[in-house]
């Protein structure tokens, strides 16, 4: 039994020798596949480049502001919309009239729409449907109404009593999934695939249907739509990755300073940029960073600027992934020697109590 169990472990000596060997051979083979430049004339930190007018992709997040929204003339009236109604003509006043029934009389101040459609002139003249109709419209309507009242023709005015309202379009609009941007009541707008400045004259052009000559300023409040990748190599237990949104600015070392830094498994000499290229041209743009020139020595020359796409490699480090090599090369060994150790134990632990109970028969 005993030789059993030292030739269990020196096959398991052997087997983690050799399994070191590989690992370290492969380790040692991939420190020649370092990836190589094909552009090196790229902006970097202290020569960097501007970026093309930025193109809004869904789900960027576009801040709009209307600067002049006064509504049109002939727009439509809609309940909770406040008219200012003056008229010359009303029912008498009496001198015994209170002040209370002097306001009912009276027809000068503002009337609120309501939620019928109709504004409500007072108990002595009733209300006047008018909600879907023009301004115009309106003081038609509320002069033929009271015509009904009077013998004489009343002059009459009617106007939107904020005619520079704020309407519901300022503030954050997301980029939907179809390329548009809702507006509220004034419906959606596609923006997707414009820049900003294109953005801005298609929505001027919208909103001119409801506003009166409109001005718009868009800006881009969230940057969704332009990201980076940085990605770190697990040594064989799996890549982490993260997606950053881009901001025009960013180099090496600003990527990683949002990360919190280099992985603990990470190699500071296998680090590299894999810059997207058009499909066609079947070709890979690497761009290989020297990690300690740049932090210990302040180097720019591989402090590259980040652009949208980019994946910046971070390689695991030989050692970490040897161990984790070996780590998982040994498990299964070990499970397995693991059980056979057990089983021994257990058989032999069931030949000594039978041995001890036959011995204790034999003596009585």
């Known amino acids: 039994m005993r030789h059993s169990c030292r030739l269990q472990r020196a096959s398991l000596l052997a087997l983690i020798t050799i399994s070191s060997l590989f690992a370290t051979g492969c380790a040692a083979a991939n420190r020649t596949d370092t990836p190589t430049p094909i552009y090196t004339n790229v902006p970097r930190e202290l020569q960097k480049t501007m970026m093309p ?208 830094g280099l992985p603990t498994i990470g190699s500071k000499k296998k680090i590299w940029i894999a810059r997207p290229a058009p499909a066609e041209l079947d070709a890979e743009q690497i761009l290989p960073v020297d990690w300690d020139a740049i932090v210990k020595g302040g180097s720019t020359r591989t402090n590259y600027q980040i652009l949208p796409g980019d994946r910046i490699y971070v390689a695991a480090d030989p050692m970490f992934a040897s161990d984790i090599f070996i780590a998982k090369v040994i498990a299964p060994f070990e499970r397995l020697f693991g059980f056979t150790i057990l089983g021994n134990g257990a058989v032999r632990n069931i030949q000594q109590g039978t041995s001890f109970g036959g011995g204790g028969g034999g003596g009585f």
Do not use: C, W
């Open 53 to 260: 007018a930025y193109v809004i992709e869904p789900p960027d997040e576009l801040l709009i502001q209307t600067v002049n929204n006064i509504r049109r003339r002939d727009d439509k009236l809609l309940p909770g919309d406040s008219l200012r109604i003056l008229s010359n003509t009303t029912i008498p006043i009496l001198p015994e009239d209170t002040e209370v029934t002097i306001s009912f009389k009276e027809i000068a101040r503002a009337y609120l729409i309501e939620n019928d459609g109709k504004v409500n002139l007072g108990p002595e003249y009733g209300k006047v449907e008018v909600a879907g109709m023009t301004i115009d419209e309106a003081q038609n309507a509320v002069l033929d109404h009271l015509n009904e009242i009077f013998i004489n023709p009343p002059k009459l005015s009617v106007e939107l009593e904020q005619l520079g309202g704020k309407q519901v379009v300022d503030g954050p609009h997301l980029v939907r999934m179809d390329g548009t941007v809702h507006l509220g009541v004034y419906g959606s707008v596609v923006v997707a695939g414009y820049t900003l400045e294109q953005a801005k004259m298609l929505l001027e052009e919208h909103l001119s249907q409801y506003i009166l000559n409109p001005e718009v300023n868009v800006d881009v409040s969230g940057y969704n739509s332009k990201v980076y990748y940085i990605i770190n190599d697990g040594g064989g237990e799996g890549d982490q990755l993260y997606s950053l949104p881009i901001k025009g600015n960013e180099t090496v070392l600003d990527a990683f300073a949002l990360v919190g």
